[in-house]
């Protein structure tokens, strides 16, 4: 079992910067890829990022494509959000998942085991 602790949200103006961790419990984080979704009120949940159990590799949605990077510290059990150069349409609760598929993309929230509660991103115009 993993549990997945998101922290970092809050209100920004357009064209700020924010960064989210996910802390997770348990010996086996490092073996995890990890994702971030996203869901804005009324829409489905989608991908931001991910990011393979080693560093390695990292994915993103064509909508942060350059403005926001995925990164983890295994030692430390935490995944991090860098999110750059922030917009009104990125707005939406951000939410950690872990996988126990350690490679791969993973853009489709069904291939997660394990989700956090969420954390708010506000982005003022």
């Known amino acids: 079992q993993v549990q997945l602790v998101e922290s970092g949200g809050g209100l920004v103006q357009a064209g700020g910067s924010l960064r989210l961790s996910c802390a997770a419990s348990?010996?086996?984080?490092?073996?995890?890829?990890m994702g971030w979704f996203r869901q804005a009120p009324g829409k489905e949940r989608e991908f931001v990022a991910a990011?393979?159990?080693?560093?390695?590799?990292?994915y993103y949605a064509d909508s942060v494509k350059g403005r926001f990077t995925i990164s983890r510290d295994n030692a430390k059990n935490t995944v991090y959000l860098q999110m750059n150069s922030l917009k009104p349409e990125d707005t939406a609760i951000y939410y950690c998942?872990?996988?126990?598929?350690?490679?791969?993309?993973?853009?489709?929230?069904?291939?997660?085991?394990?989700w956090g509660q969420g954390t708010q991103v506000t982005v003022s115009s």
């Open positions: 998942a872990a996988d126990r598929q350690p490679y791969g993309s993973g853009r489709e929230p069904r291939e997660y085991n394990y």
């Open positions: 348990g010996r086996t984080f490092s073996t995890y890829r």
């Open positions: 990011i393979t159990w080693s560093g390695g590799n990292s």
